[in-house]
Each structure stands twice: as structure tokens, then as C-alpha cells.
């Protein structure tokens, strides 16, 4: 048996920047009404033509390659996290290992949304403890304001997202009191028409059914959130998932030494921090900058957090995330 270390992580966000402001010359909305409810002050938003949730994520990989001190050729498997992706099939895995110029590789697509980097980092931890792999590329990438209703029809749900991607290389720890400790997972699904996009499904809208009605008031291929709902749900999922990490590893809430929350919004985070008593330095929080980035949220602030030095060796580390599905998990990690 071993354990699985995150040896390099890498981020990308696009260059164009995406403030408030911006948003209040094309819909009904401002800057105090948005930062009030979600913390955000500003998001990146992909060129079109220049980012894709693949080329975001390759360029993530590259960085966390480098900085994890292996070669390419030394990825034995490939697990990409999104909502996004660029085709409806095949998945961005296969495409990050053609681009990245990998052996022929497996490459796994995980659809857990907002709670997706934390079920790859679960699905790879397995693969290496069980001594089938030893490196593993694990991607969360998202574009999603291409796909975001941007009047004031969507105002509620289009200005809390950004896009993004973040990426980390897991490999073979002989060293047990390092590494990954324990992954929490779950998953409530009959809340999942709480937070969805509709359309296209094979199961009930499709393509063909779109074109067909022709119908300009159509929202079913935009999100849908339920906002209170998800609230109220996530704070009680997020000390869930946090105390069951940490009752699994006999650890205490003292014992945490940076907690990075998927990044949903900066009142949530800031709940669970109150919750749990926790000082601004044990948590990491970086949607005032990025938005929610869905499945690139916590590994582009994990990334920030370990460049600013806010990580340090021998820190316990957790990671909890909560969203559509309803999914949500934990990592804890001993740096």
C-alpha cells in the first residue's frame, strides 16, 4: 500500500478580466449588489478563438509537470474534471493526452461539476495506493461564459461564474504519514434539478428538439440554480464532509493549517470559516478574483495558496467542495 503526494501544481486563467463594472453595461446588476451576495469582484472570461477547456488545462498540466520535477512520459493516467467540455464527446482527457504528447495513456472525464477536482483527486489516490499507477495528471478546467445567459434574465447566476483551469500531478508516496490521507464522497441526487443545465440530454431535450420549437424564450440549456436551496445545503455538506475527514484521521479543527474551500461564494466560505473557528490565514479564498470556476476552483487556489507560500511541509491541508448533483467530498491531505 502507499499513499499519493501532490508533487507539482499548475493554473491558467485567461487574460481578459471581467470586472462589475463590465457586466453592469450589458445587464441589470452592479458592483455592491454582486459583491454583497457572493464576494466577487471580478472574473476571467475566455477569447473565443484563443481558450478552450482544453487548451486551458493543458496549459495548467505543463506547469504542474514541470514543477513536479518528472517527465511527460512518466504520466501514466490522465483524470480531467469538468462541466465544460469541448465536444459533447469525446471528453477532454483523451484531447489533453494528444497535447500533450503522452503514451497512450488512459484518460478518465469526471462530471461531478463544482465537486469534480475533488472526486479526480479521490479516483487517482486509489489508482496510486493500490500500486496500478505511480504519476497521474489530474485536471480541473472550465469555459463557462460561453454557455452563461448574459442578460438580466441570467444576471443571477451569470455573474457568479468565471472560467479557469488548475491541474496537479499525484504521485507514488512511500512515506505513509505524507501525502493524501483520506477522501470523503457523496451525493444527494434527488436535489440535483436544483442545479442544472437541461439542454441538451438525450434524456429529455436534445439538439433536434432545440431547433425544432425554435423558441427565443427557451431556457433550458442555461444554468438554473436555485440559490437558497444551494446555500442552505452547502453550508451543512461543507462541516459535514469537513468533520468526517478529520474524525477519520483522528485529527482535531486545531490541527487544520490551511482549509481551501471549493470556491462557490465568499459567503459560504465564510460561514464554514465562523463555523469552525478558523483565522483568515487557515483558509484560502480567491473567488473575489476569479469567480466560481466550478471544477478549476480548488486546484487554481491550492496552486495560489502553496505559490504564496501559505503551504508548507508537514501542513495538514484540507480541501472540501459542494455543488450540483447534489455531490460533495473532502480531501485531507498531510503536505
Avoid at 499519493?4 to 471581467?18: A, E, F, Q
Avoid at 490521507?181 to 428538439?209: C, F, N, Y
Wanted: proline letters at 3%; glycine letters at 10%; charged letters at 20%.
Amino acid at each position: 500500500m502507499f499513499h499519493s503526494k501532490i508533487t507539482g501544481l499548475g493554473y491558467y486563467v485567461p487574460d481578459n478580466i471581467v470586472t462589475n463594472d463590465d457586466l453592469s453595461k450589458i445587464m441589470d446588476t452592479n458592483d455592491e449588489w454582486i459583491q454583497e451576495r457572493t464576494g466577487i469582484q471580478e472574473r476571467r472570461h475566455i477569447i473565443r478563438g484563443q481558450d478552450t477547456t482544453t487548451t486551458m488545462g493543458v496549459k495548467a498540466a505543463k506547469i504542474a509537470i514541470e514543477r513536479s520535477g518528472i517527465a511527460k512520459e512518466d504520466i501514466d493516467f490522465v483524470v480531467f474534471a469538468t462541466l465544460s467540455p469541448d465536444y459533447y464527446f469525446p471528453g477532454p482527457g483523451v484531447l489533453v493526452q494528444r497535447d500533450l504528447g503522452l503514451k497512450t495513456v488512459g484518460a478518465l472525464d469526471v462530471r461531478n461539476q463544482c465537486s469534480g477536482f475533488v472526486y479526480g483527486l479521490s479516483v487517482a489516490d486509489q489508482y496510486i495506493k493500490t500500486g496500478m499507477y505511480k504519476n497521474i495528471l489530474v485536471i480541473g478546467s472550465e469555459v463557462q461564459s460561453t454557455g452563461l445567459d448574459m442578460t438580466d434574465r441570467g444576471r443571477g447566476v451569470s455573474v457568479i461564474f468565471g472560467d479557469g483551469a488548475g491541474a496537479a500531478i499525484l504521485s507514488r508516496e512511500e512515506d505513509l504519514s505524507k501525502g493524501i490521507l483520506s477522501t470523503h464522497l457523496h451525493s444527494e441526487g434527488q436535489h440535483a434539478a436544483e442545479l442544472i443545465v437541461k439542454a441538451p440530454g438525450m434524456g429529455g431535450r436534445w439538439i433536434t428538439d432545440i431547433i425544432a420549437d425554435k423558441d427565443p424564450d427557451d431556457e433550458s440549456y442555461f444554468p438554473y440554480m436555485n440559490g437558497q436551496f444551494v446555500f442552505k445545503n452547502a453550508v451543512v455538506r461543507f462541516a459535514e464532509v469537513i468533520n468526517e475527514g478529520l474524525q477519520a484521521n483522528n485529527l482535531q479543527v486545531s490541527d487544520i493549517d490551511m482549509l481551501i474551500p471549493h470556491q462557490a461564494n465568499l459567503r459560504i466560505s465564510q460561514f464554514i470559516q465562523k463555523k469552525f473557528g478558523l483565522r483568515d490565514d487557515q483558509v484560502f479564498n480567491n473567488i473575489q478574483k476569479y469567480g466560481n470556476t466550478t471544477a478549476a476552483s480548488i486546484p487554481i487556489a491550492l496552486t495560489e495558496a502553496w505559490e504564496q507560500g501559505k503551504i508548507k511541509s508537514g501542513d495538514t491541508v484540507v480541501l472540501a467542495a459542494f455543488g450540483s448533483g447534489f455531490t460533495w467530498g473532502s480531501v485531507i491531505i498531510k503536505w
